[in-house]
């Protein structure tokens, strides 16, 4: 009997709630098919119009505890091989998922409802809206196993809590609680354990409410802005613009606004 998916997928109108499936693992990403799962996953969400919100959690009692350490011991899996094919698992493999979920323009809201340690840590900075358990914790904990960061962590954390702070997590490895997360910007909220995923799925919902094709050129302009100067960004932001003003929505968006009724958008 083939193994069951790594992720499982519900949806709740324009919401996808997706969870990662290896309680026994702490949602370890330990096998390349998990990596293709993520980036199919994400492809079939920006194919899918009708998607507005994702958000993105694990089974169990962790969020993701990144690389199996056993699997490393006994270099097998994705860990297995010579330093040039390695090289090329973690490029054809693990860094499948910061590229599908940098490149994925549905918004992405992480329900934290454990450890987040490792790539587990970096794949919440991949989403765009981090909420966190009170019983979160998060590590960057590479330097810890003699690695580093492989999943472009180096990339993700200074770029969301600063590079004072995002040197402190990477080269000490140590574990920080939900309040200090708050405190970092990490996350954007810290809720009691059985609310985490209730929250962010609020979230997704209010993010949901709006029109698709506003938010996922929102989410595009912040993700380009990162890495653009000012003039090339207010280009990017015209041209987006001039694409928006011209959909079915934007204009039942203001006839709504203007009529003091519920908009009903058709995602064209």
Same mark, same amino acid.
């Given at each position: ?6 992720? @499982? ?54 969020? #993701? ?31 499948? @998922? ?26 919440? #900075? ?20 003699? @690695? ?19 040197? &402190? ?9 939900? $309040? ?52 090339? &960004? &207010? ?7 001039? &694409? ?8 039942? $968006? ?15």
């Amino acid at each position: 009997m083939s193994e069951a998916p790594f992720m @499982i997928v519900e949806r709740k109108g324009p919401v996808v709630i997706a969870t990662l499936n290896r309680p026994d693992t702490r949602n370890a990403i330990t096998e390349i098919a998990y990596s293709e799962e993520i980036a199919e996953f994400c492809a079939s969400m920006t194919r899918d119009l009708t998607v507005r919100a994702i958000v993105l959690t694990g089974a169990g009692s962790a969020f #993701c505890a990144g690389g199996n350490v056993h699997h490393m011991a006994e270099r097998k899996g994705m860990f297995a091989g010579a330093p040039f094919a390695l090289r090329n698992t973690y490029r054809t493999g693990i860094q499948m @998922i910061p590229t599908a979920l940098y490149e994925l323009e549905v918004p992405v809201v992480a329900a934290v409802n454990g450890p987040a340690v490792g790539a587990g840590l970096d794949l919440a #900075c991949m989403c765009d809206i981090r909420i966190a358990s009170s019983r979160a914790r998060f590590a960057e904990s590479f330097v810890k196993l003699g @690695i580093v960061p492989g999943d472009g962590g180096a990339w993700l954390l200074p770029r969301i809590i600063g590079m004072a702070r995002a040197s &402190l997590l990477t080269l000490t490895g140590d574990m920080i609680d939900a $309040a200090t997360a708050l405190d970092y910007g990490l996350v954007a909220e810290v809720v009691p354990p059985e609310e985490v995923l209730p929250r962010a799925i609020e979230i997704a919902e209010a993010i949901a409410a709006n029109p698709g094709h506003a938010t996922r050129l929102a989410k595009r302009l912040l993700r380009e802005g990162q890495d653009m100067k000012l003039a090339p &960004l &207010l280009e990017l932001s015209a041209a987006y613009q001039a &694409l928006a003003h011209h959909t079915f929505d934007h204009g039942e $968006a203001v006839a709504a606004f203007l009529e003091s009724r519920d908009p009903v958008y058709r995602d064209e």
